[in-house]
């Protein structure tokens, strides 16, 4: 995934702010030196001077002077160093320090980005996908299938709900794996408490853990952001600024669809999402409580349409696992 020139800007800034704070407490620590040992700061203007005039004698090629100017920098050197221990300093303690010694935080070892920038855009997208903290409840290695019954069969299937769970967790693994590979969407449809949320969260972890961008919203907020955007409400963004985010981000998800008021602007607005990003082909996950008939209704037939022709459709069964949670003394 490449960032945008936003995402890349802000991780940037983020780096010259370092950088800044690095260079704000050197130069304290010298001060604090200095007023703490007076002989430091002549000591220090006398190498400053000495490398000065070593560096102009250099351009001139009078190599006998520059040896010699050269042990006069090591001899201030080593009594430079002397004072610091006599006063309980660190070695170190006048040099630069990083947050990340290894790119010396300017975010690259050569031309090739550090671990600590990539880790910079992992924190960037979990910031910008509004996931933060649930991601580190819901993810796959915390899915279980326990909730999930052996008695209770779906009619057209013949699926159990567990064995339904796992073909959703196992569609879910794969659209992951396969994510860079083909252009895939995911409905996930089934009553309330089913996990079709949990699963979202599993998708969006791994995904943004590998740097792609993924923005979550439940539809009631996703709407309210497009009518704030469209009326032109305070605090909000502009309609392209909205629209580019929207449209062009790696994984769009769309959680609880029918929770929210539909009218004729919201069904113009999804048909619009679902329509712009299949031309971009971006991929949007969906989940719904809503069943394929109440769900045609509710919304346009030609949204339903895109989405049944383009869309892998997952349906949960079962029994809330809120409830059961709840049940058991469990958070839920």
């Not at 000495?50 to 050197?77: M, N, Y």
Request: glycine share 4%; net charge neutral.
């Amino acid at each position: 995934m490449g960032l945008t020139n936003s995402q890349y800007n802000t991780i940037m800034r983020d780096y010259q702010r370092q950088q800044a704070k690095n260079q704000q407490a050197l130069a304290d620590r010298r001060e604090e030196v200095y007023a703490r040992i007076p002989e430091f700061s002549r000591i220090d203007a006398e190498i400053a001077a000495a490398s000065t005039a070593c560096a102009r004698r250099l351009l001139l090629e009078e190599g006998a002077s520059v040896d010699e100017l050269r042990r006069t920098i090591r001899a201030l050197s080593g009594r430079r160093e002397a004072l610091l221990a006599q006063a309980g300093y660190p070695a170190d303690y006048l040099q630069m320090t990083y947050r990340c010694p290894n790119c010396q935080d300017t975010g690259y070892i050569g031309s090739r980005k550090c671990h600590c920038f990539r880790q910079a855009i992992i924190d960037l997208l979990y910031m910008q996908s509004n996931l933060r903290e649930l991601l580190t409840q819901e993810n796959f290695a915390s899915f279980s299938l326990a909730y999930y019954s052996d008695q209770t069969v779906d009619p057209v299937t013949k699926l159990t709900a567990r064995e339904t769970a796992m073909r959703a967790l196992t569609e879910c693994r794969r659209f992951v794996a396969d994510f860079d590979h083909s252009f895939e969407n995911l409905f996930l449809y089934g009553d309330t408490g089913l996990g079709k949320t949990f699963l979202s969260h599993c998708i969006a972890k791994e995904l943004i853990e590998s740097t792609h961008s993924v923005i979550y919203f439940s539809a009631f907020r996703l709407f309210e952001q497009f009518a704030d955007s469209a009326f032109g409400r305070a605090g909000s963004a502009s309609p392209t600024e909205l629209e580019q985010h929207i449209f062009d981000c790696d994984l769009l998800i769309i959680d609880d669809l029918g929770t929210e008021l539909v009218n004729s602007f919201v069904s113009s607005q999804l048909f619009l999402v679902l329509n712009e990003r299949l031309l971009r082909q971006k991929s949007t996950l969906i989940s719904t409580n809503l069943s394929l008939r109440t769900f045609a209704d509710t919304y346009s037939e030609r949204s339903f349409s895109r989405i049944s022709s383009n869309y892998l459709m997952l349906r949960l069964i079962g029994d809330d696992i809120r409830l059961q949670k709840k049940l058991a003394g469990k958070k839920a």
